[in-house]
DNA sequence: CGGGATCCAATACGATACTG
DNA sequence: CAGTATCGTATTGGATCCCG
C-alpha cells in the first residue's frame, strides 16, 4: 500500500492497541509455521514430503499448523480419495501475500542475528 | 544469485532450515515485544510512560520484554540517578532497523485480519 | 518510580503409540 | 499415507506483593 514517505508509520502497528498484528502473530508467532508456508510457497505439496522438507517437525505439529492455516483460510486442503490416501496442500492467495511480509522478517534476521547472538553469548560468561 | 527478481526467494526463510527466522521469531513473536519497539520508535520513553503507552501490559511483562531486548542489544535503558528514579528506554539502531519489517507485518495483517477472523467465526458455530 | 520475587493457570511442544 | 490420541514437560503470561 505505498507508503512513498519516509516518516515511520507505526501507528500502524500500534493501530488498534496492535491487536491486528498481536491476532496475526497470535498465529504465525510459533515454531512452525512459517516454515510450513515458506515450503508451500513451491508448490503443491503432500503431506509426507512437506514432513520431510520441514527438518524437525513432528507429524502432530504439522498436523495443527496445517490445520491452523486451514482455519484461516492461507491453505487449502485437497483429499485425492485413492488408497493410500494423498493429501496435497496448497497456499491459497492471502496465503502467498504473507510470503513478502516473511521474507521481509526473514531478510532481517539474517542480518542481525548473528549479531544479536554474539551479544546473548557475550553476557552468558 | 540475486537476479531473479520475481523468483520467490523462500531460500531466505528455510535458508539454514530456519534457524536465524526462528531466533529472531522466538524473541519478538510474542504478545508485547513488537508493541513497545513501536511504541519506543517514536522517542525515548520512561518505563511509566511506557507503560501506559502500551495499554494492557503488565508490570513485569514490560519488564521482562525490555530486558530481553536489551540483552539483545536492540535497546537501550539509561538509568538517571534520581530520587524518584528516572529510568529512560531507547532504541538501538538495530532495534530501529526492526521497524520496517514489522510493518510489513502490520500491513499485511490490517489488509487480512478482517477476512481471517471472518472465516474463524463462521467456524465457530 | 521502577522494578524484583513468587505463585499459578494456560498453552505449546515433543515423544510415543495406534489406525483407516 | 496421513493422520489421531494420549501423556508429560517446558515455557509463557497474569496476578499479587514487596522493596529501595
Chains 1, 2 share one sequence.
Request: proline letters at 6%; one cysteine or more.
Amino acid at each position: 500500500m505505498t507508503e512513498g514517505s519516509d516518516y515511520q508509520h507505526t501507528c500502524l502497528i500500534r493501530g488498534d492497541g496492535g491487536r491486528m498484528l498481536r491476532t496475526v502473530l497470535d498465529r504465525i508467532a510459533n515454531k512452525w509455521t512459517l516454515l510450513v508456508v515458506a515450503t508451500l510457497d513451491q508448490n503443491v505439496v503432500r503431506f509426507t514430503d512437506l514432513h520431510h522438507q520441514v527438518p524437525g517437525i513432528s507429524q502432530r505439529m504439522l498436523t495443527l499448523t496445517l490445520r491452523n492455516l486451514e482455519k484461516d483460510g492461507l491453505v487449502t486442503r485437497t483429499v485425492h480419495p485413492q488408497v493410500p490416501p494423498r493429501v496435497e496442500y496448497e497456499l491459497t492467495s492471502t496465503g502467498r501475500s504473507l510470503i513478502p511480509p516473511a521474507l521481509a522478517l526473514a531478510g532481517w534476521a539474517i542480518e542481525n542475528v548473528p549479531e544479536i547472538e554474539a551479544r546473548r553469548a557475550l553476557q552468558e560468561e
